[in-house]
Structure formats: structure tokens, C-alpha cells
């Protein structure tokens, strides 16, 4: 999507200017991948107005491969808009109901895509989109289990497009088929009817081989892997410029150290560290760092507040 925000704080209708952005959470997840370094291929589709194309060119920029990204003349571009309320208040406004993205078809997925593939990462905002959508994604699962595709699940629910029983539901089916389920704490609760974080993973677990990462905010993050329950500190930072955007980038950082062959503890780590860095800017990709950066962050070497 295309998002639209202010930089300041109050409401939208009485806010003199807005930036456009791009974002969206597959997308996020595949820049923040892409610059740190991996191959990363984006399927989706976009009209073909301003918005869509300008989508296009930062994807192309970032070295993500579009061989399966379309565009449509048919529908047009699913937009978003941010609006501040308060420092801790944010509210999200939706245009994506028939977007050219909520038009996509299981038929659009060639099988061939997954020869070779390491991981497939879906989230809980595709099927959200489409009954379409919802049987693109499962149609993308079951290729993936075909060719031995580790599938990364972030549920990413978003209440404003669809019911909650449908939600609860679908999203279900979607994790018992997932080898990692990265969940925000009140995500992981919904999906569980569970308000204790250790039951929470131990009834989200549907096999003993699953991962479950729990992400908790401020609070550590939780990894629970063969029965073993870990907590992993979080990476605090002073100031929160915009939040939209941490889980995507914890995904993305997450499967960077799956990716280098890390412990599933030191992958949270990296997890902790990408979200740390997103949520101190404006905007969903903005603040994702270089492979150096990201490096250099991790080492903590540098210590002064300016750089000369």
C-alpha cells in the first residue's frame, strides 16, 4: 500500500500536511530482508496508477525480485492513512476493500517459484483481504509443504478487515500448518483463549517441531521451542517515533539469523534489535538499516550521538 501521515501529532482532518509512504506488511517484511543482504522474491498485485507504480520502483530499488508482482488496469491501489491522536495513540484507516491486492488468485502462484526456496513468510493481513486471497495463501502453503519450504507465520490481525470469528478461524488453520508462528502477545491470546503466556504457547503449538515466538512489547520476548520456554531481553529505546511497523521488521530480523544458520534465541535477538530500530522513525521501511548498520547496531561500537 501506499500510506499517507502527518509528523505531528493531532487529528488528520485538521492537520495542514501529510507524507506518502510506502508499506504494508509482506512488503516491509521484504525490504527489511532484502537490506540486509538476502534474495528475496514479492508476489502482489497493484494498480496501475501513481500509487502502484511508485510501489513498483521502491520495491525494484531495494533488489526484491517482481517476477510476481502484477499490475492491473482493472482495480486500483489499496492506500493507508496514520493519524497520531496522541504520543501514544495511533489510529489506522483502511482503503483496501477491492484494492487490486484483494484481487489476486491462487492460479496467479506458479509451483515453480518454491524450487529452491528456503522460507515462505505469510501474515494474517492476505487472507484478510479477499476470499480470493485467502485461498492464494493456502494454495501458497500447501506448495510450500510440498517442496520442504519452512513457512514463517506472523498472524498480523487486523480487526478492521474482517470478523473476528472468521479471523479466528482462518488464522488457526494457517499456524497449525506453520513451522515458525512469530504472535504478538494479544494476537497469540485471541488465537488461544489463553491469558497466561506459557499456556498461550503450549496450546499454539500444535507439534512438538513448531517454534513459538511471542512478542511482548516492552516486556521480553518469549521463545518457546521444544518445550523449553526462554525469555529474551527486548532492545529499549527512548523514544517512540512510530510503531506501525516493529512486527514486520522482528520477522525480518528473525529470519536473517534463521537464514545464517543462528540459534533460535540469537534469531530473537536479531528479531528485537530490527524492531528496536524501525519504530524510531516515521514510516514502516524508513527506519530498517543496511546489513552494515544493522551490524554496527548489534556490536554497539559506536557510542557518540553524532557522526563525524
Known amino acids: 500500500m501506499v500510506i499517507f501521515q502527518s509528523q505531528a501529532i493531532g487529528n488528520l482532518e485538521d492537520l495542514p500536511q501529510i507524507y506518502q509512504k510506502i508499506g504494508g506488511a509482506e ?17 502482489s498485485k497493484l494498480g496501475n496508477d501513481p500509487f502502484g507504480r511508485r510501489i513498483l520502483k521502491s520495491i525494484k530499488s531495494e533488489g526484491i525480485d517482481t517476477t510476481h508482482l502484477k499490475m492491473t488496469e482493472s482495480a486500483q491501489t489499496g492506500l493507508l492513512f496514520k493519524e497520531q491522536k496522541f504520543s501514544d495513540v495511533m489510529n489506522v ?16 502462484l506458479p509451483e515453480d517459484i518454491f524450487e529452491g526456496l528456503k522460507y515462505l513468510h505469510v501474515t494474517g493481513v492476505t487472507p484478510a483481504l479477499s476470499s480470493s ?40 488453520a494457517i499456524a497449525v500448518r506453520a513451522d515458525y508462528i512469530l504472535a ?47 525469555e529474551i531481553p527486548v532492545v529499549n529505546v527512548a523514544n517512540i517515533v512510530d510503531p506501525v511497523g516493529a512486527g514486520d521488521a522482528f520477522a ?51 557510542t557518540s550521538d553524532v557522526r563525524r
Not at 484507516?93 to 496467479?108: G, I, L, P, T, V
Not at 546489513?291 to 548489534?298: I, K, M, S, T, V
Open 27 to 43: 512488503s516491509n517484511f521484504a525490504t527489511g530482508l532484502a537490506r540486509l543482504g538476502h534474495q528475496v522474491s514479492y508476489m
Open 93 to 108: 484507516y483502511y482503503y483496501r476493500k477491492d484494492s487490486a491486492a484483494s484481487h489476486m488468485q491462487k492460479e496467479e
Open 133 to 172: 486471497c485467502k485461498e492464494l495463501v493456502f494454495k501458497a502453503i500447501e506448495l510450500a509443504r510440498k517442496h520442504e519450504v519452512k513457512i514463517v507465520f506472523d498472524p498480523n490481525i487486523r480487526f478492521k478487515l474482517w470478523e473476528k470469528e472468521e479471523a479466528f478461524e482462518v488464522l488457526n
Open 184 to 230: 504478538g502477545i494479544e494476537e497469540a491470546a485471541f488465537l488461544t483463549n489463553q491469558t497466561e503466556v506459557r499456556e498461550i504457547c503450549q496450546t499454539l503449538q500444535k507439534n512438538a517441531q513448531q517454534i513459538i515466538v511471542i512478542k511482548r512489547g516492552k516486556e521480553s520476548t518469549v521463545l518457546y521451542e521444544h518445550g523449553h520456554y526462554k
Open 252 to 302: 525480518a530480523g528473525f529470519v536473517h539469523g534463521l537464514l545464517l544458520n543462528c540459534r533460535h534465541e540469537e534469531s530473537v535477538r536479531y528479531g528485537n534489535s530490527l524492531g528496536a530500530r524501525v519504530i524510531q522513525q516515521y514510516g514502516d521501511i524508513d527506519g530498517l538499516p543496511t546489513l552494515e548498520e544493522f551490524n554496527e547496531g548489534l556490536k554497539g561500537d559506536f
